[in-house]
């Protein structure tokens, strides 16, 4: 049977036998209408991706069972004739963003705990001598289990540890970095991992998203672990690396070729452990502004936007980052502000924790609150834990985001004024633009200031 596309189709609900033939697709029988079919698609979309956060918590045998009674609720709320109330999805919308707040509170403790304190760190992107393993996604536990595995097999010599996207900021954490074998970063965002993959001569594998079915050049070595699953892929049980061990050293061995060094590793312990020299240089006005520009990759052109912006930004701002769409932007030399590097990065997208943590701790510090200092957030979504983050941020009642690439496509455009009046919600535009509408946001730190001159 042909796949039928519905005309005027304003929404998509097919979850229960009242559905029309092809689904709900103006209006539900039950009487769900496409705002609030909007609604709950956008809670269910901000709680997967509190359950990956979740997941990898408890992956480390962290839990706070209030999460889990969250994404409960949030599931059956959305179930057919529960609840028609749009104003009450606008509030369990924001209660998703005080739970994934909680979610990245927990894995930060989680990996912290487990993993040690980050440490700024230069991880080098070259190749070593050795057989590579190149591991890929979120789950720092698939990372360490492997790690120790090869440790304890007396393999660290030979089995070189490659991170790969998400799993680069692993160098800043003391329990992984100190396995021998943990060596360098290889490639960039998810989005080439064919390419990369490809041209990795060792085994792959990949532990979370974002990982795709495997190209015929490397099919026959990758694994997964955990959460992940590809079609045709042997997976990992119980985190036993022995199949993956002994493929990776069935496979040629890599050459030392130099590469270039990438930093990592800013955690809010360690830069609130500069806050007074920070509030100084802002009080100067030697920082003029702190940029948070993170978030996911996409192939989506509009990713050019987050290229430009951090490009445009000028020498005196700082810009924050985690995630993997700073790999089109964290190569560059910055270049330092009094001996604090500009480009900061904070890890996985989970860490956005830390620098919501900081923005909060400098706003107490200022007696002011996040919407009044002069820092500007501009977020790119790929997938549902962005999400998470861009309702944590609205449930602090921080205002004036940017987000992009796009605008989400589950959003109606009644739902999205409503997030564009309450929150000055913003879609990333023209950079030379936004970046001068930016850089007048703020407040005068002290009269008579550097920066109060400038802004006036
Ligand atoms: S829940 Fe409502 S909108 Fe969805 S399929 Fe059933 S009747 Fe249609
Ligand atoms: S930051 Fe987003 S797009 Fe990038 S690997 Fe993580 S989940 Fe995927």
Redesign the pocket.
């Known amino acids: 049977m042909a796949i039928r596309i519905p005309e005027n189709l304003e929404m998509l609900c097919n979850q229960c036998s009242m559905s029309l033939e092809g689904g709900c697709t103006v209006q539900g029988v039950c009487g769900k209408d496409p705002d609030l079919n909007s609604l709950q698609e956008a809670l269910l979309y901000g709680i997967k991706g509190t359950s990956a956060y979740y997941y990898h918590a408890l992956e480390v045998g962290y839990d706070n069972p209030e999460i889990g009674h969250f994404l409960a609720e949030a599931l059956y709320a959305t179930l057919t004739n529960v609840n028609f109330d749009k104003n009450r999805f606008l509030e369990l919308i924001l209660e998703n963003g005080r739970v994934h707040l909680e979610a990245m509170k927990l894995l930060d403790k989680a990996y912290v705990e487990t993993f040690g304190r980050p440490e700024p760190v230069e991880v080098p992107t070259g190749s070593f001598e050795g057989h590579g393993i190149l591991v890929t996604g979120?789950s720092y536990k698939a990372l360490y289990e492997l790690l120790r595995q090869i440790e304890e097999r007396g393999l660290e010599d030979e089995l070189k540890v490659y991170t790969h996207?998400?799993m680069f900021p692993a160098h800043a954490y003391p329990e992984l970095k100190k396995f021998k074998s943990l060596t360098a970063n290889w490639g960039g965002?998810?989005l080439y991992q064919k390419k990369e993959f490809a041209e990795f001569p060792g085994v792959i594998l990949g532990t979370s998203?974002?990982v795709q079915q495997p190209t015929e050049a490397y099919r026959n070595r990758i694994f997964t672990v955990g959460i992940a699953g590809l079609e045709g892929v042997p997976h990992i049980e119980d985190y036993n690396f022995e199949p993956l061990i002994k493929r990776a050293l069935g496979t040629p061995k890599m050459e030392k070729v130099e590469g270039g060094k990438l930093l990592t590793g800013f955690h809010h312990t360690n830069v609130l452990a500069m806050k007074d020299k920070l509030l100084e240089l802002i009080n100067e006005g030697k920082i003029r502004h702190i940029f948070v520009v993170g978030?996911?990759?996409t192939p989506h052109k509009g990713m050019g936007y987050y290229e430009r912006l951090t490009e445009l930004i000028p020498k005196d701002a700082l810009i924050l980052s985690a995630?993997?769409g700073k790999f089109r932007y964290n190569a560059r030399n910055y270049g330092t502000i009094e001996g604090i590097p500009r480009f900061l990065d904070f890890g996985?997208?989970n860490n956005v924790y830390s620098i919501i943590e900081i923005a909060v701790a400098l706003a107490n510090e200022l007696s002011t609150d996040v919407n009044s200092l002069p820092v500007s957030i501009v977020l790119s979504w790929?997938?549902q834990?962005?999400i998470g983050i861009l309702y944590s941020l609205l449930y602090l009642g921080v205002k004036g985001i940017y987000i992009g690439p796009r605008p989400p496509e589950f959003l109606t455009q009644g739902v999205f004024e409503i997030l564009r009046k309450q929150f000055d919600l913003r879609l990333t535009g023209d950079p030379e633009k936004d970046l001068r509408d930016m850089l007048n946001k703020g407040v005068k730190i002290e009269e008579g200031s550097a920066l109060a001159e400038e802004l006036d």
Do not use: F, I, L
Request: proline share 0%; with cysteine; aromatic share 6%.
């Open positions: 979120h996207a998400e965002s998810w998203n974002c978030g996911c990759d995630a993997c996985q997208c790929m997938e834990k962005a």
